[in-house]
C-alpha cells in the first residue's frame, strides 16, 4: 500500500514515513499542496493524509483540484492542528474521508487509512461486478479458492469426463456446472435436474423416459432427460439423494452409455456429458451404505469444491455488483450502487446461504429500495427492527445475525471495533491470524483489542 503525505511540517513528515512504514506502508512525501498535486500526475498512491494548513496550496484546495480534476478516487485523511470545526465541515463536504485533530494516535491513523482504501477496492470491485452482470452467466469472484475452482473446470471442461461439483448448498454449483458445458465446445442443449426434488415413483421414468402403457397414466412415449440432453450436457443437482435402486440403473447408463425407457426393452444409445453435484459427504455415504461405492468412482471422476462464501469474503463486493446490475437491469430499477458503509457490512456478514442468499439480499433490496444507492438499511439482517420513521426507507419484516445495527449513525470507530471482533471470532481468537485478515500488525490489533474491550474474544 502507498500513501501520499503531504504536510509542511518536515519531522511530522518524516515520522509519519516512519511510522507507516513499520505498518507495511510506502509513502510519498509532499512538502506542501502544490507538490503533492505534482506528484499526484506521476505517482500512484492508494491513500492522501494532508494537513489543511500549507503554504502554495492547502488542504482545501488540493482537496477541490481533487473534486474537479484530479484522482477524486484516491481517499484523503485531512489533518490539522486546528480543530475548527468549519475546517472539517468543509472538508468532508470537498471529499475528505477523515478528519482527524493534532496531535493524533497514528494507530489510529493506520486504522482509518486501511478502512479508506478497503471501503474504496471494494468500491471498484462492485463496480467491476456490475459492469461485467449483464452480459454473462458465469463464476465471479477473484479469490484464490474460487480461482482453482475455475482452474479445474477449464482443465475437465473439453473432455469427456464426469465433473463431480461438491459444496454447501447455494455455493453456486449449478453456475459451474453451466460453465463446464460452455467450455466443453458441446452443441447440444444444458438440461438440469434436481435429483432431490423428483418423487422417488417419478425418478426412473423422468430420467430414462417411458414407453406408452408402461404404468398408469402413460398415455404415449415420452423421452427422458439422458435423451434429451443429446450431444449436450445432463447435470444431476443433489445426486446423494437417488434412491439405491436408481444408482444401479444410473451406473449401468454411465458404463454403457445407453438408456432404455420405461416399460420398454431397446437399448437407445445416448451422447451426453455428465456433471453432478451435491451437499452431502458422499464417501460418508458410501461407508453408510446409502450411496454405491462403484456409482461414487464413476462420478468422483474430476471433483471441483465450491467453497462456501465465508470463506472469500474478498469477492462479496464482486459478487454483489454481479447481481446489482442483473437484477437492476431486470426489475428496471434505478438502483445503481451500494454504499461504501453497506459494502462493508456486506463483506463482514456470515452468509449461511453462501453466493445463493447474497443474490436474494440483492434482489430484495434493490426490489425495494426508493433511492439509487442501497444502504445498510436496505438490508434484511442490517435494517433496524420495530416501525421505522417515515421517509427511512423500506422496511424490513426479518431477523437475522447482525440484529439492529443501525439503529443510529454508525461512527468509524464502532465499524474498526466490528471488524476486529469479527475477525477474532472467525479465526477463534488467533490474534495473528486476525491481524493478518484484517492487514494490520499484531502490535496494532493488541492496542485496538484493549481499546475497544474485545480481551475476551
Do not use: C
Not at 143 to 160: N, Q, W
Amino acid at each position: 500500500m502507498r500513501v501520499l503525505v503531504a504536510d509542511d511540517e518536515p519531522n511530522l513528515r518524516t515520522s509519519l514515513a516512519a511510522w507507516l512504514g513499520t505498518e507495511g506502508m510506502e509513502t510519498v512525501l509532499a512538502a506542501d499542496g502544490e507538490e503533492a498535486r505534482a506528484l499526484l500526475g506521476v505517482e500512484t498512491v492508494d491513500a492522501l493524509v494532508l494537513d489543511l494548513r500549507m503554504p502554495r496550496l492547502d488542504g482545501l484546495g488540493l482537496l477541490r483540484w481533487l473534486r474537479d480534476s484530479g484522482p477524486a478516487s484516491i481517499p484523503a485523511l485531512v489533518v490539522s492542528a486546528h480543530g475548527e470545526v468549519k475546517d472539517a465541515v468543509e472538508a468532508m463536504k470537498l471529499g475528505a474521508r477523515d478528519y482527524l485533530v493534532k496531535p493524533f494516535d497514528p494507530d489510529e491513523l493506520v486504522l482509518k487509512i486501511r478502512a479508506a482504501v478497503q471501503e474504496r477496492r471494494l468500491a471498484a470491485d462492485l463496480e467491476a461486478g456490475a459492469r461485467g452482470a449483464i452480459a454473462r452467466d458465469e463464476m465471479v469472484g477473484e479469490s484464490p479458492a474460487i480461482k482453482e475452482a475455475e482452474r479445474l473446470i477449464a482443465k475437465a471442461a473439453p473432455t469427456s469426463a464426469t465433473v463431480l461439483l461438491v459444496g454447501e448448498s447455494g455455493t453456486g454449483k449449478e453456475v459451474a456446472a453451466r460453465l463446464v458445458h460452455r467450455l466443453s465446445g458441446r452443441q447440444g442443449p444444458f438440461v438440469p435436474v434436481n435429483l432431490g426434488a423428483v418423487p422417488e415413483s417419478l425418478a426412473e421414468s423422468e430420467l430414462f423416459g417411458h414407453e406408452k402403457g408402461a404404468f398408469t397414466g402413460a398415455d404415449a412415449r415420452r423421452q427422458g432427460l439422458f435423451e434429451l440432453a443429446k450431444g449436450g450436457t445432463l447435470f444431476l443437482d443433489e445426486i446423494g439423494e437417488l434412491p439405491l435402486q436408481l444408482q444401479v440403473k444410473l451406473l449401468r447408463v454411465l458404463q454403457e452409455r445407453v438408456v432404455t425407457r420405461l416399460g420398454g426393452s431397446q437399448a437407445i444409445p445416448v451422447d451426453v456429458r455428465i456433471v453432478a453435484a451435491t451437499n452431502r459427504d458422499l464417501e460418508a455415504e458410501v461407508k453408510a451404505g446409502r450411496f454405491r461405492e462403484d456409482l461414487f468412482y464413476r462420478v468422483n471422476v474430476v471433483r471441483v469444491r465450491m467453497p462456501p462464501l465465508r470463506e472469500r469474503p474478498g469477492d462479496v463486493a464482486l459478487l454483489a455488483g454481479h447481481f446489482l446490475g442483473k437484477i437492476s437491469a431486470e426489475t428496471g430499477k434505478r438502483v445503481r450502487s451500494i454504499s461504501p458503509r453497506a459494502l462493508v457490512l456486506l463483506a463482514g456478514h456470515a452468509f449461511p446461504g453462501n453466493v445463493r442468499e447474497l443474490s436474494n439480499a440483492i434482489e430484495r433490496a434493490v426490489i425495494l429500495a426508493d433511492g439509487e444507492e442501497l444502504e445498510p438499511r436496505d438490508f434484511e439482517f442490517f435494517a433496524p427492527s420495530g416501525p421505522r420513521p417515515e421517509g427511512a426507507g423500506p422496511a424490513s419484516g426479518g431477523s437475522g445475525p447482525s440484529p439492529d445495527p443501525f439503529a443510529g449513525p454508525i461512527t468509524i470507530a464502532e465499524l474498526e471495533r466490528r471488524a476486529i471482533k469479527g475477525a477474532l471470532e472467525r479465526n477463534e481468537g488467533r490474534r495473528e491470524k486476525s491481524a493478518g485478515e484484517l492487514g494490520i500488525s499484531r502490535r496494532t490489533l493488541l492496542n485496538k483489542i484493549k481499546e475497544y474491550g474485545l480481551g475476551e474474544s
